[in-house]
């Protein structure tokens, strides 16, 4: 009986040495994720980079307009019998 009561009692303290580990983890990983304004400052850095990348493009489309004139050819330039 007394080896088992020894056996419980080792067996409680290893269990109890084990968990007190698992804090430091946790600290540690808290202090390893960025501030909320690092996040924020982040996004807003890679939604600006986003919107300047596009930016040529949507100029290039928009100063892209279609010239729909057509160009006479010599018989219509030729042909001003009204003037």
Request: hydrophobic share 45%.
């Amino acid at each position: 009986m007394k080896k088992l009561a020894f056996v419980l009692a080792g067996a409680a303290a290893l269990s109890l040495a084990a968990c007190n580990k698992n804090q430091d983890q946790v600290q540690n990983a808290e202090l390893n994720q960025p501030a909320a304004d690092e996040l924020n400052q982040q996004a807003s850095d890679a939604a600006n980079d986003a919107a300047n990348a596009q930016a040529p493009i949507a100029n290039e489309q928009v100063n892209a307009v279609q010239d729909n004139t057509v160009n006479p050819d010599d018989a219509q330039e030729q042909n001003v019998s009204g003037m």
